[in-house]
């Protein structure tokens, strides 16, 4: 997404659409790498990194866009250092640590299980097979993929589109959902679709209006984090007084020592303004970005740690949206919107932020047992090479390849490299006034969830878990609604007749069903790259 937001904007500026006059004399020249000679090559392909020129003339933006992804790796680890002992005492399970710790505890016994390898092998077979119709379209398919369907007809086409799909290790991470929250989920995915069903009926049709579902959603996303800070509060207060000095609170154990975790987030919350306002956005925008910005990492780490959902994100709702609907366009300047822009690739999707990775890590280091700094020392260094090596890998496949060339396919050009630029030309030019429906779903998504919070912690027969209103807008959850059903409805089946013992039998065949999908997408992408292939994403586990 990065690269493209990068270049997208010099390549495709027209006369029609005004970003020559508009756009890019508000982008900060040390970001950016605008010289035709360099990006017209990137999208044609058949050319080099290593040609005169190119080399030197991304060095200096990968440079400064290294250093902040290399911040924003530190601020959250510290973010996650300060949590880590809370959230072990709150006795989250972590669900998605639970396969690789399975898979490779002493001695192997995961491998001992024929119920393993019997859903390792079906997943394996279905993925293979799929491979085989994407070389030899006269083999026939396997649907385990996105297929979208459609309700005809208002009010029942505002519904949108209703996505099917059935990959397998969408089963095996479900399996490991808690029961109320796998229901909560799908019943809230489709609450969400009934809610605009109502509203259509009502005579709203606008997609993106009332009821404003994904704001309700992001909303949720805040009362979680009032919730999470709430319960924590005690183990904050106690790791401010050891950062000042007033409390010696034992951190041997932790990845950082408390005072170095709690000044660490403060300097790297300062490191990222800072960026941000050498970029040219104001001081005060960039504070307001990151304090929305910031509780959204955690609520989604948060949830990773309790209870492992496959995917989610807020597309394009994020932190630069809530600033627009909230306040209005003429609120923020040029330099503040093209900012926002080329934080593109932090907001769009919300999946790639590495503060959920960082909490799994420590816990897998915690399970091992490793030292916990030991494993902070690896995050940090893993993610400055995987920073440098991606950068490079980018650049050296797609100077060969061409984002426009026949060989290449997917929405690198108008998801990744158009909208950003699309959308700030807009705030440009028709500034956003205010909205307060949009506001007051903000507010009614804190409200719900809190409310769903106050109950599930009072009453045990609750059946609805705040996580599940959370992903009320969640495309990308919505996709694998049948997995979660179905998994839903064989674990609660196996628990209602068959008790704990059943669950743990069964365990072993979704854990096969993990590793095999991703073992034959592995041995794929293997395949693809040494006979250059060029395979469509949609072949393997694209599409989500």
Same mark, same amino acid.
């Given at each position: 997404?990065?690269? =493209?937001?990068?270049?997208?904007?010099?390549?495709?500026?027209?006369?029609?659409?005004?970003?020559?006059?508009?756009?890019?004399?508000?982008?900060?020249?040390?970001?950016?790498?605008?010289?035709?000679?360099?990006?017209?090559?990137?999208?044609?392909?058949?050319?080099?990194?290593?040609?005169?020129?190119?080399?030197? $003339?991304?060095?200096?933006?990968?440079?400064?866009?290294?250093? &902040?992804?290399?911040?924003?790796?530190?601020?959250?680890?510290?973010?996650?250092?300060?949590?880590?002992?809370? *959230?072990?005492?709150?006795?989250?399970?972590?669900?998605?640590?639970?396969?690789?710790?399975?898979? =490779?505890?002493?001695?192997?016994?995961? /491998?001992?299980?024929?119920?393993? *390898?019997?859903?390792?092998?079906?997943?394996?077979?279905?993925?293979?097979?799929?491979?085989?119709?994407?070389?030899?379209?006269?083999?026939?398919?396997? #649907?385990?993929?996105?297929?979208?369907?459609?309700?005809?007809?208002?009010?029942?086409?505002?519904?949108?589109?209703?996505?099917?799909?059935?990959?397998?290790? #969408?089963?095996?991470?479900?399996?490991?959902?808690?029961?109320?929250?796998?229901?909560?989920?799908?019943?809230?995915?489709?609450?969400?679709?009934?809610?605009?069903?109502?509203?259509?009926?009502?005579?709203?049709?606008?997609?993106?209006?009332?009821?404003?579902?994904?704001?309700?959603?992001?909303?949720?996303?805040?009362?979680?984090?009032?919730?999470?800070?709430?319960? #924590?509060?005690?183990?904050?207060?106690?790791?401010?007084?050891?950062?000042?000095?007033?409390?010696?609170?034992?951190?041997?154990?932790?990845?950082?020592?408390?005072?170095?975790?709690? *000044?660490? +987030?403060?300097?790297?919350? $300062? +490191?990222?303004?800072?960026?941000?306002?050498?970029?040219? !956005?104001?001081?005060? =925008?960039?504070?307001?970005?990151? $304090?929305?910005?910031?509780?959204? !990492?955690?609520?989604?780490?948060?949830?990773?740690?309790?209870?492992?959902?496959?995917?989610?994100?807020?597309?394009?709702?994020?932190?630069?949206?809530?600033?627009?609907?909230?306040?209005?366009?003429? $609120?923020?300047?040029?330099?503040?919107?093209?900012?926002?822009?080329?934080? /593109?690739?932090?907001?769009?999707?919300?999946?790639?932020?590495?503060?959920?990775?960082?909490?799994?890590?420590?816990?897998?280091?915690?399970?091992?047992?490793?030292?916990?700094?030991?494993?902070?020392?690896?995050?940090?260094?893993?993610?400055? %090479?995987?920073?440098?090596?991606? &950068?490079?890998?980018?650049?050296?496949?797609?100077?060969?390849?061409?984002?426009?060339?026949?060989?290449?396919?997917?929405?690198?050009?108008?998801? &990744?490299?158009?909208?950003?630029?699309?959308?700030?030309?807009?705030?440009?030019? %028709?500034?956003?006034?205010?909205?307060?429906?949009?506001?007051?779903?903000?507010?009614?998504?804190?409200?719900?969830?809190? /409310?769903?919070?106050?109950?599930?912690?009072?009453? %045990? *027969?609750?059946?609805?878990?705040?996580?599940?209103?959370?992903?009320?807008?969640?495309?990308?959850?919505?996709?694998?609604?049948?997995?979660?059903?179905?998994?839903?409805?064989?674990?609660?089946?196996?628990?209602?007749?068959?008790?704990?013992?059943?669950?743990?039998?069964?365990?072993?065949?979704?854990?096969?069903?993990?590793?095999?999908? /991703?073992?034959?997408?592995?041995?794929?992408? %293997?395949?693809?790259?040494?006979?250059?292939?060029?395979?469509?994403?949609?072949?393997?586990?694209?599409?989500?």
């Amino acid at each position: 997404i990065l690269f =493209t937001t990068l270049t997208w904007v010099f390549r495709n500026a027209t006369p029609q659409n005004g970003w020559a006059e508009d756009l890019q004399p508000l982008l900060p020249a040390h970001l950016v790498v605008s010289n035709p000679r360099v990006i017209d090559p990137l999208y044609m392909g058949d050319s080099s990194l290593y040609e005169r020129g190119h080399v030197l $003339a991304w060095a200096g933006p990968l440079a400064w866009w290294s250093l &902040f992804a290399l911040g924003l790796v530190w601020t959250v680890l510290c973010l996650s250092a300060i949590f880590r002992r809370q *959230w072990e005492a709150e006795r989250l399970n972590y669900p998605i640590t639970e396969p690789p710790l399975e898979i =490779t505890a002493p001695g192997g016994p995961l /491998f001992r299980q024929r119920l393993f *390898w019997a859903g390792a092998l079906l997943a394996a077979v279905l993925q293979t097979w799929n491979l085989l119709h994407t070389l030899y379209p006269i083999v026939p398919g396997i #649907a385990i993929g996105v297929h979208n369907y459609r309700l005809r007809g208002l009010p029942w086409s505002a519904a949108g589109s209703i996505p099917i799909s059935s990959f397998p290790f #969408a089963y095996g991470l479900a399996y490991l959902l808690p029961i109320q929250l796998s229901f909560s989920v799908w019943f809230f995915l489709w609450f969400a679709r009934l809610e605009m069903i109502g509203a259509a009926a009502l005579g709203h049709v606008k997609w993106g209006g009332f009821p404003y579902v994904q704001q309700q959603g992001v909303g949720a996303y805040f009362g979680v984090m009032l919730f999470v800070v709430w319960a #924590a509060r005690g183990h904050l207060v106690r790791v401010w007084r050891a950062a000042i000095g007033r409390q010696d609170l034992e951190d041997a154990g932790e990845p950082l020592p408390y005072p170095w975790a709690f *000044w660490g +987030f403060g300097a790297g919350l $300062a +490191f990222l303004a800072t960026f941000s306002v050498a970029a040219g !956005m104001r001081p005060v =925008t960039a504070i307001v970005f990151f $304090a929305l910005l910031l509780p959204i !990492m955690l609520t989604i780490a948060r949830l990773r740690a309790e209870i492992g959902l496959p995917t989610i994100e807020l597309y394009q709702v994020g932190a630069e949206d809530i600033l627009q609907r909230v306040a209005g366009g003429r $609120a923020w300047t040029g330099q503040d919107l093209t900012v926002m822009s080329l934080y /593109f690739w932090l907001t769009r999707t919300h999946r790639q932020l590495p503060m959920p990775c960082q909490v799994d890590a420590l816990r897998m280091g915690q399970q091992c047992p490793m030292p916990l700094r030991s494993v902070a020392a690896i995050i940090l260094a893993a993610s400055a %090479v995987g920073i440098v090596a991606s &950068f490079w890998a980018q650049l050296h496949v797609m100077y060969q390849v061409g984002y426009e060339s026949a060989k290449f396919t997917g929405p690198a050009g108008w998801a &990744f490299g158009n909208a950003p630029w699309q959308k700030l030309s807009s705030w440009l030019h %028709v500034p956003r006034e205010s909205e307060p429906g949009p506001s007051l779903a903000y507010l009614a998504g804190i409200a719900i969830t809190l /409310f769903l919070a106050a109950m599930r912690t009072r009453f %045990v *027969w609750w059946p609805f878990h705040p996580a599940g209103f959370l992903v009320l807008g969640s495309f990308g959850l919505f996709r694998l609604w049948v997995p979660i059903f179905l998994t839903w409805l064989i674990k609660s089946v196996l628990l209602r007749y068959g008790g704990l013992a059943a669950y743990r039998q069964a365990r072993p065949f979704f854990f096969g069903l993990i590793m095999g999908e /991703f073992l034959a997408a592995f041995v794929r992408s %293997v395949v693809d790259l040494g006979l250059n292939l060029h395979l469509p994403p949609t072949c393997g586990i694209g599409g989500l």
